[in-house]
Antibody, heavy 123, light 109 residues
Framework: QVHLQESGPGLVKPSETLSLTCTVS????????WSWIRQPPGKGLEWIGY???????NYNPSLKSRVTISVDTSKNQFSLKLSSVTAADTAVYYC?????????????????WGQGTLVTVSS | SYVLTQPPSVSVAPGQTASITCGGN??????VHWYQQKPGQAPVLVVY???DRPSGIPERFSGSNSGNTATLTISRVEAGDEADYYC????????????FGGGTKLTVL
């Protein structure tokens, strides 16, 4: 049973960089895609981006200029960096495995998810 | 990017059937996935690829997808089914491939 756990600071100052790590246990990070999703308080889910264990990435266009997702296969971890944060970036941040099927048609879904971590942007 | 539209809320009495819709342009041509999120918890996948259930999800949860509407159906609703439900698709033609609906709050009366 694959388990994901987010870690990182719960408070980040405006204009600084938010950094989170997701540790994967119970299975290898290799051969899969991995993703970050966030949820502002009381609001819906927003996809941030995903990374393949090989290092290929894809980001939400609305966040692309500020997001970097990286992977460390030796530690079975992947990470999120979001720069120049504002109060609008306050959210629960989730990591999740992204199951992608390419044939006969492209499709992808998130399973499992980490428990999530609240990051507040405030001075 | 592709837009998914869900009703903000649905109410149902225990033991009845709840239907939660997810609208999108020609959504029947896409694969739709559904997540359940209880307060303070992470989302859980309950239906994937329109109508398949992950291991451990009760048969009471089912899905369908045709035309411009996908539907999550919960039969014999229980109090424990009260949660927010989100639909999600992969839009391969977009630079924003992973899209969520706005979510539906299911209230069990």
């Amino acid at each position: 049973q694959v388990h994901l756990q987010e870690s990182g600071p719960g408070l980040v100052k405006p204009s600084e960089t938010l950094s989170l790590t997701c540790t994967v246990s119970g299975g290898s990070i290799s051969s899969y895609y991995w993703s970050w999703i966030r949820q502002p308080p009381g609001k819906g889910l927003e996809w941030i981006g995903y990374i393949h264990y090989s290092g290929n990435t894809n980001y939400n266009p609305s966040l692309k200029s500020r997001v970097t997702i990286s992977v460390d296969t030796s530690k079975n971890q992947f990470s999120l960096k979001l720069s120049s944060v504002t109060a609008a970036d306050t959210a629960v941040y989730y990591c999740a495995r992204l199951d992608i099927v390419l044939l006969p048609s492209e499709k992808g879904w998130f399973d499992p998810w980490g428990q999530g971590t609240l990051v507040t942007v405030s001075s | 990017s592709y837009v998914l539209t869900q009703p903000p809320s649905v109410s149902v009495a225990p033991g009845q059937t709840a239907s939660i819709t997810c609208g999108g342009n020609n959504i029947g041509s896409k694969s739709v996935h559904w997540y359940q999120q209880k307060p303070g918890q992470a989302p859980v996948l309950v239906v994937y690829d329109d109508s398949d259930r992950p291991s451990g999800i009760p048969e009471r949860f089912s899905g369908s997808n045709s035309g411009n509407t996908a539907t999550l159906t919960i039969s014999r609703v229980e109090a424990g089914d009260e949660a927010d439900y989100y639909c999600q698709v992969w839009d391969s033609s977009s630079d924003h491939p992973l899209v969520f609906g706005g979510g539906t709050k299911l209230t069990v009366l």
